[in-house]
C-alpha cells in the first residue's frame, strides 16, 4: 500500500474502514513529541456505531502537556461541546467553570512492546500509569498513537487497546486527533493522583 507516499487528509481518514485504518497505524511516523508537547487536540471517533455517539460523543479533545517537573508528556481527554470538528469545541463545564477532564495518560516509547494484530510503532499512551484511580476503565488504556503523515503533527490516529495484566485486548476503535493548537497554561490540568 503506497499511503506512505502521499499526505493522507482528514476527509480520507474519515472515509477509511478499519482494516484501511489499521493499515495507515501500520506504516505511519513515529511522532515527534516536541512538536505535540502542550498542543491540543479535537479527536474524532472512526469506529464506534451512530447509537454509541449518541450516548457518549462523537468527538472530544486531546491534551498534551510536557510536565515542567518531571519532563514527562501527560495529557488527558476532555468532553467537548458536540458541534463537529471544522472549528475547536467548546469543552463541556462543570459548576465552577472548570473543563471535564477524564482519562489522564503518559506518552511512552513502544519499543520492545508486543502490541496486538504485530503492531511494531514508536509511542502509545499509558492510561496505567498516569494517576487515574484503580477502578477506573480509562486505568487499561494502552493505545498506539501515530502521526498519520511523516514529519507533520496535524493529524495523528490513535488505536483503543485495553491492558489487563498481561493481555491484550484490541477493540475495533479508531480515533483521529485535528490539532487545535497551544495549550494554554491555565488549561493544564494536575494528574488525579497530585
Known amino acids: 500500500m503506497a499511503m506512505t507516499l502521499m499526505t493522507i487528509t482528514l476527509d480520507a481518514i474519515l472515509k477509511m474502514n478499519s482494516a ?15 512538536a505535540i508537547a502542550d498542543a491540543t487536540y479535537t479527536g474524532i471517533d472512526l469506529s464506534l456505531p451512530s447509537w454509541m455517539h ?21 495529557g488527558w481527554n476532555v468532553k467537548v461541546q458536540q458541534t463537529g ?20 495518560y503518559e506518552v511512552r516509547s513502544a519499543r520492545g512492546l508486543k502490541f496486538p494484530r504485530a503492531w511494531q510503532g514508536e509511542h502509545y499512551l499509558d492510561y496505567g500509569h498516569a494517576g487515574n484511580p484503580a477502578l477506573d476503565p480509562a486505568a487499561l488504556g494502552y493505545c498506539p498513537l501515530v502521526s498519520v503523515n511523516a514529519g507533520d503533527s496535524e493529524l495523528l490516529l490513535g488505536w483503543e487497546v485495553f491492558k489487563m495484566g498481561p493481555v491484550f485486548v484490541p477493540l475495533n476503535d479508531f480515533w483521529v486527533l485535528k490539532r487545535e493548537g497551544a495549550l494554554k497554561p491555565e488549561d493544564v ?6
Do not use: I, Q
Open 85 to 104: 470538528w471544522d472549528t475547536a469545541p467548546e469543552p463541556r463545564r462543570d459548576k465552577r467553570g472548570r473543563a471535564l477532564s477524564f482519562g489522564h
Open 54 to 74: 449518541a450516548l457518549l460523543w462523537k468527538s472530544f479533545r486531546k491534551t498534551f502537556h510536557r510536565d515542567p517537573v518531571t519532563g514527562v508528556l501527560r
Open 189 to 194: 490540568v494536575p494528574r488525579p493522583d497530585a
Open 20 to 34: 484501511e485504518l489499521f493499515e495507515v497505524m501500520r506504516a505511519a511516523a513515529p511522532l515527534d513529541l516536541d
